[in-house]
């Protein structure tokens, strides 16, 4: 027990200093588990966000769009295996936590449950979506475990890109034909309220906030982080002409923020429950591509235990 309080003490010290806390390192368990469960679930939703981009890929008006598409798309992949890498520091298997999203034990972004209806949808998840995600992603470079603020340096760079490519399809579709700005704000008037689900519950109602800020998982709470980018993005849609759909919108000049009306919390947590637009066939797609790379990932595992092999001959 005495040496219990010791090595707590060594790490809220580690902590109050901000250096980071390396996979070797002690730590308390629960911390373990937040990290485990918040970096898992990041990862499954840069994987399952695959979807509802790919499922323009085929459909993008142009070369250039179709290029720039895919390759965000292979982006998001990549992330997704950056996290998974992280998230097996931490002790447990990539394969577990793959088993936990497909049986619904654990959770992803609840944005990638609605569907994308137009091409604008493309544009809109860009801005706003990735947006979002950067908002949070800034943070996290900062995060207190090691691997996670790593990976996160890298991906904030990517996200960048495709944050500046959505706006730029954005911008053509308000400044193009009737039809074509018509279409834009559709799409933002879809993905406006559910992009500002994307931060999580109100900091009264989460369960996991407090505990996050405490050990710097997190440094800004899901109300701080939904503000500012409120903030930053109602000026970039009265840029393009387009109107965010919340008739309580309105800036405080006291202060210096905007207002803005109710989120429809009982949406949020029916979607995050499974009961969303697309739940289902979310897992759907990524239980059948799962199962059909399975020789390929027996094929990889194949090829480096027999390297691994003839290295141990060689050395013999």
Known sequence: MENTIQLEELFDAKLERGEFIEPKDWMPEKYRKTLI??????????????????????????????????????????????????????????????QQLQSGKAKYSSIFNYPTLTWADMGAIGWLVDGAAIMNQVMLQRTSYGPYSRAMVRICKEESFHQRQGYEIMCVLAKGSPEQKAMAQDALNRWWWPTLMMFGPKDAESSNSAESIKWKIKRETNDELRQKFVDRTVPQAEHLGLTVPDKDLKWNAERNSYDFGEIDWEEFWNVVQGNGPCNKVRIENHVRAHEEGKWVREAAAAYAAKKAKAAQVQVA
């Open 37 to 98: 469960r918040q970096i898992s679930q990041h990862a499954h939703s840069e994987v399952i966000g695959m979807q509802p981009e790919g499922n323009w890929i085929t459909r993008a008006p142009s070369l250039r769009r179709k290029a720039v598409l895919l390759a965000k798309v292979q982006d998001e992949g990549g992330h997704g295996l950056y996290l998974y890498s992280a998230c097996e520091t931490l002790g447990i298997s990539r394969d577990e936590v793959i």
